[in-house]
């Protein structure tokens, strides 16, 4: 069962790395098949051993397959990775070439076991496994380690006070020595009281775990959402910005972060702040503007070739699907990644952002109207304005 639970897990970090080289159309069929194949093992497993336990018979079908399917899952694993490696190029090609070449030399022996179960090659092979992908994340932070820490202590205290909670019932029930139906509907009924309260003490242990363990984080987390809550009644676009920068540079201590401006046709540098530099002016056709214009979603600028090229990642100000800006975010000073958390809050500072500069705008808008239709500004004013305003849209 957890061969083919880590088949499928190993399968989804593939797809990430992949994200850019494939099609998400592609990259979807790959996943069906892997997951097919996946339950198609697992099926094996628990009715293999329920009929060994029980009545000795299994379904031979499931027996049959259950190699087969577990190297077509890996064969296209295996793809996916292979595609992802060749295709790749710069500093993503360097992060994927340790998990690669691990997986191929990893991986190896388990094939050559699916083939001749009597060689035991993978007893050795998997080692490479091991030391090749924590080489991979420890140095080229393929997974955040601190991401990944939280949601295993979290999940292991949850489960620990399910199963105390469990034992504790069932030992209530023996004591009081209920009939065996009776004490059959005892358990079953907390053990669906308990499957349900999983998910809310999953919630509350996890915020207890970010407030003890990951402080630091928590308190980001709360400064960034006060900004985004406060953020619509700011009317000044430059104090809106300097704000924003604030909050990033600090809460999430960023060696630099800097919004972009699309101005006539290319991107300009709106605000900036830490010690980071940023190129003055972005084309339009930069590979990360391109990206970011084609989907809206945020951008690692370590895995491609463009001009802001280097630790950290750009987010969309858009509006209507229509790019308007660029927050770009370098990384920390000691090169920690942003988990998917913190990712999550800096694309809603950016679309937060977005909104409120389109508000301002149409504001100005508003006030330049009506100091025409009152005849409080010249031609020769009203005309400036009129050509920034179409420069900026255009």
Not at 154 to 162: L, R
Not at 193 to 209: H, M, N, P, Q, T
Not at 292 to 297: G, P, T
Request: charged share 20%; hydrophobic share 55%; aromatic share 10%.
């Amino acid at each position: 069962m957890f061969a083919g639970v880590s088949a499928y897990a190993l399968y989804l970090t593939f797809e990430d790395l992949a994200r850019g080289t494939m099609s998400d159309r592609m990259l979807s069929a790959c996943r069906a098949v892997v997951a097919a194949c996946s339950l198609v093992f697992i099926a094996n497993a628990v009715e293999f051993s329920i009929a060994r336990a029980g009545s000795g018979c299994f379904v031979p079908a499931l027996f049959v397959l259950r190699y087969p399917a577990l190297m077509l899952a890996l064969a296209v694993m295996l793809g996916v990775l292979a595609t992802t490696f060749f295709r790749a190029t710069g500093l993503q090609r360097q992060r994927v070439r340790w998990i690669f070449w691990s997986t191929i030399v990893g991986f190896s022996g388990v094939i050559l076991w699916l083939i001749v179960p009597a060689l035991r090659a993978a007893v050795l092979t998997s080692v490479v496994i091991t030391i090749g992908y924590a080489y991979a994340i420890l140095r080229h932070r393929v997974i955040d380690v601190g991401f990944v820490i939280n949601r295993a202590i979290v999940f292991t205290i949850v489960t620990g006070a399910v199963f105390a909670a469990f034992a504790v019932v069932s030992s209530i029930v023996e004591r009081f020595t209920l009939p065996q139906g009776e004490s059959v509907v005892v358990q079953a009924a907390v053990a669906l009281a308990l499957a349900f309260s999983f998910d809310f003490g999953y919630k509350r242990v996890e915020e207890l775990i970010d407030r003890i363990f990951f402080r630091e984080r928590h308190l980001a987390e709360i400064a960034v959402r006060e900004f985004t809550d406060e953020a619509s009644s700011i009317v000044s676009a430059a104090l809106l910005l300097e704000r924003a920068l604030a909050v990033v540079c600090k809460s999430l201590r960023a060696t630099g972060a800097c919004f972009y401006e699309e101005r006539s046709g290319s991107f300009r540098i709106a605000a900036a702040s830490g010690r980071a530099s940023f190129p003055e002016i972005l084309n339009a056709d930069d590979t990360a503007i391109a990206q970011l214009r084609e989907d809206l979603r945020d951008a690692d600028l370590a895995e491609m070739q463009s001009a802001l090229t280097g630790d950290g990642y750009a987010f969309a100000l858009a509006a209507q699907r229509r790019l308007l800006g660029v927050l770009v975010v370098r990384a920390r000073d000691d090169a920690e990644a942003f988990d998917p958390e913190e990712r999550s809050l800096l694309r809603a500072l950016a679309r937060e952002v977005a909104t409120s500069l389109q508000a301002i705008a149409a504001a100005d808008n508003v006030v330049f109207i009506e100091k025409i239709a009152n005849g409080n500004i010249n031609a020769q004013a009203a005309q400036a304005k009129a050509k920034a305003l179409i420069a900026r849209d255009s």
